[in-house]
C-alpha cells in the first residue's frame, strides 16, 4: 500500500512539470477571466433592460434563471475542459513512458504492476481534483460574487462531473497499457463524442417524445456512460423553474437515474480492473 502512495506522489509531482498541465490551467484562468467579464456583461445588461419590470417577484425570477442558465453554461465549458484535461493525463501515462523506457525503471523494482497502475491512477486523480477544485470553484465564485446565486445540489453537481473525468481519465489509461499515445487520445475522444452525441439525441428525443432516439441515447450511455453524468449532474443543478419547464439547453429533459450513475460506478471499477490485467501483461 505505501508503494502506491508514492508513486501517487511521483506521478502528481511529475505531472504538474508537464508542460500540458502547465498549459491546460493558463488556459483554465484564461477561461475563468473571460467567463467573469462576459457574466457583468451580461447581467448589467440584463438589469438596465428590465429595470422598468413591475413586479419584484418576476424581476427575481429573471434574474434566477438569467443566473443558472449562465451558470451550467460555465460549467459545460469546464467539464470539457477537464474531458480534455483527463483523456490526456491518461493517453500518455503508460504508452510514453512505455516507448521511452521510462516505465522500466519502475517496474524493474520490487513493485507490483498494479501498484503501478493504481499509484499513477490515484496521482493524476488528485491532480484532476484540483484543476476542477479551481475551475468549478472560480466559476461558482464568479456568479456568487456578482449575482449573489448559488445553484442547488452544488456539491451532488460537482462531484458528479469530477467522477465524469476520472471515468475518461480511467478507459484512457486502460488503452495507454496496450496502445500508443496517439490511438489511445483518437479512440477516447471518438468513445467521448459518441456519448456526447448520444446524449443530445436522447434529450431531444425526450423532447419531441421519440422513445426510440431515447433508446439510442441510453444505448451510447451503456457503451460509455460519461454524457449520463454531466445530465445527472445538470439535473441536479438547474433552477427549479428550468426543471419543472425543461427550457434549459444544459439541464436535462431526460434524466438518468441513480441505477445509471451506479452503472457508471461499476463501470470505472471494471475498467481499472481490466487496466491492471492488460499492463502485467504487456511486454516491457
Known sequence: MSSIFILARMTFVQAIRRRIVLTGLLLGVCFLVVFSIGFHMINT??????????????????????????FLAGLYAVTFLAIAMAALLGADTMAGEINSGTIQVIVTKPILRSDVVFGKWLGFAGLLGLYLLLMEGGTVLSILVQSGYTAPHLLAGVVLIYFESLLVMTVAMLFSSRFSALATGGVVFGLYGLSFIGGWIEQIGAVLNSQT??????????????????????????????????????????????????????YLLVVLALTVRVFQKRDL
Open 213 to 266: 432516439a431515447v433508446k439510442v441515447g441510453i444505448l451510447t450511455s451503456l457503451i460509455i456512460p460519461s454524457e449520463s453524468l454531466w445530465r445527472r449532474a445538470a439535473y441536479e443543478m438547474q433552477s427549479p423553474l428550468s426543471g419543472l419547464l425543461g427550457i434549459s439547453p444544459f439541464g436535462a429533459a431526460s434524466v438518468p437515474s441513480l441505477f445509471m450513475v451506479a452503472y457508471a460506478v461499476v
Open 45 to 70: 445588461s440584463s438589469l438596465t433592460s428590465f429595470t422598468g419590470t413591475n413586479s419584484s417577484g418576476v424581476q427575481n425570477i429573471i434574474d434566477t434563471e438569467r443566473s443558472s442558465g449562465l
